[in-house]
């Protein structure tokens, strides 16, 4: 016989003023003596990680295809999640390439702009609606947020870069619709206040102000777990106190990085609360994407770790000088070996982000298990500019739907499209054309 019958509902809040806090899964949310998998729906969620400038391809690309590669150098940090990792070569974004009277001019403009569309982008700022876009409007439907675009980067979606170019292309990867870029958000606290309520002003005294409520919400929050908690289970005791550990951990960080900036801010909507360090502010936003999917907030997330040109250093892993410089190493061994490095460095911290939705428990295993993330970048080879034989991976069980563990070698030009085909199709959404699409891919080849 099965009970029906929940002992409380899915989308459960705890509040407090200002704050409206989503639960995540927890048992008792389930009904009496059904199986997590019956119970509910398992969510499918997809996340795409996105590196700039291209990578030094020879130590990225796996010799053997199937289920016996060996893991490259760029790929050795991900060891752990070799078994849910699927690597995919030959795949292009051959609309990005220029057309005839283009020249070469702005071509990481171009590789921003066709990315996620597999459209021409025009140089005054028009291309395709992204896959990710066209994924929020489906599974947006459940969720409180569509999507969640973030970044590192504080370009704005608007004005001109390269001879005349729309500097858009640079800034995001999400567009709306054609003409719609959707700015990526940099700032820790904007998200945490987008996800979790807060208030607006910058002002000083009304900064601290907020600083010291959100402390005494939290608390509030707190209590009221406590008192429920008592209600149910050892394992959901266990995992809502996890949960508001970790919550109160990311806005602890934000304060910190917020009274670590001890300049007067100006005026404006939010703090930007950025934290000094580039590897403190990346770990933050992806433990506040892993909240965001933890509380089934959103189920889609677009993350630039950086835009195209990036002229990041990277001296903390031996390598001063400037990434995108780099990207252009003219075949020479010392650029090329500078470039390894941080292509390894980057992998290096994406398994941070794998090793934290690997540990969060969903309806039925992690959240890795019930989702897709797709990790790589726009460009093979920097210094020619290539936007052929992309490096990509899709990371995740996709809730069932996607068995890793393998190298697939597709032929040389292979729609990009056609892997956002074959995405749309395991997230259950019907799209017949997408892109410059040609068909599906067959995410189950060996080679």
């Known amino acids: 016989m ?19 806090i989503a639960l995540p899964v927890l048992s008792a949310m389930f009904p009496a003596l059904a199986t997590a998998k019956n119970a509910m729906e398992v969510p499918r969620r997809f996340s795409v990680v996105y590196i700039p400038n291209g990578v030094n391809m020879a130590h990225w690309t796996p010799a053997d295809t199937g289920n016996s590669f060996k893991l490259t150098r760029a ?3 991900l060891a752990d999640y070799q078994d849910k990792m699927t690597v995919l070569t030959g795949l292009s974004n051959t609309p990005g390439d220029a057309l005839p009277g283009e020249g070469e001019t702005a071509p990481h403009e171009r590789a921003g702009g066709v990315f996620l569309t597999g459209v021409h982008p025009k140089n005054e700022g028009i291309t395709g609606v992204s ?57 820790p606290r904007a998200v945490f206040e987008r996800l979790f309520g807060g208030s ?67 005026t404006m909507e939010r703090p930007t609360g950025i934290p000094n360090e580039f590897v403190d502010h990346l770990k933050l936003m992806f433990d506040l994407q892993v909240l965001a999917f933890q509380t089934d907030m959103t189920r889609m997330i677009t993350f630039m770790t950086a835009p195209e040109q990036n002229n990041r250093t990277y001296g903390q892993i031996g390598v001063p000088d400037v990434h995108h410089s780099v990207s252009h190493h003219r075949e020479d061994p010392s650029n090329l070996e500078k ?20 540990s969060t428990q969903d309806v039925d295993g992690s959240l890795l298990d019930n989702m897709m993330v797709m990790y790589g970048a726009g460009m093979s080879d920097g210094n020619q500019h290539l936007l052929h034989n992309l490096p990509i991976m899709l990371v995740g069980g996709g809730s069932g739907q996607l068995n890793g563990g393998r190298h697939i070698k597709y032929k040389l030009d292979t729609p990009m499209s056609n892997l956002y085909l074959s ?6 959404i019907e799209v017949e054309k997408f892109g410059d699409s040609t068909g599906k891919l067959n995410l189950a080849a060996t080679a």
């Open 75 to 77: 790929l050795k940090p």
């Open 200 to 266: 607006s002003s910058t002002d000083k005294a009304a900064r601290m102000e907020r600083i010291n409520k959100e402390k005494s919400i939290l608390d509030d929050i707190t209590r009221e777990a406590r008192q429920m908690m008592d209600a149910y289970g050892a394992d959901d005791k266990v995992r809502l106190t996890e949960y508001l550990d970790g919550m109160r951990d990311v806005e602890r960080r934000i304060q910190l990085a917020e009274q670590q900036s001890s300049r007067e801010l100006p």
């Open 2 to 20: 099965m009970i029906f019958k929940k002992s409380i509902p899915r989308r459960t809040f705890l509040r407090g003023a200002g704050a409206s």
């Open 339 to 358: 470039l390894a490095k941080i292509d390894e460095y980057h992998s290096q911290l994406f398994s941070y982000y794998l090793d934290k939705l690997s």
């Open 423 to 428: 995405i749309l199709d395991k997230l259950d």
């Open 131 to 187: 896959i990710d876009q066209i994924i929020a409007r489906e599974l947006g439907k459940k969720t409180q947020l569509a999507s969640l675009e973030m970044g590192l980067h504080t370009k704005d979606v608007i004005g001109n870069c390269e001879k005349g170019w729309s500097c858009a292309y640079l800034s995001t990867l999400s567009w709306r619709t054609p003409t719609t870029p959707l700015p990526m958000e940099y700032r």
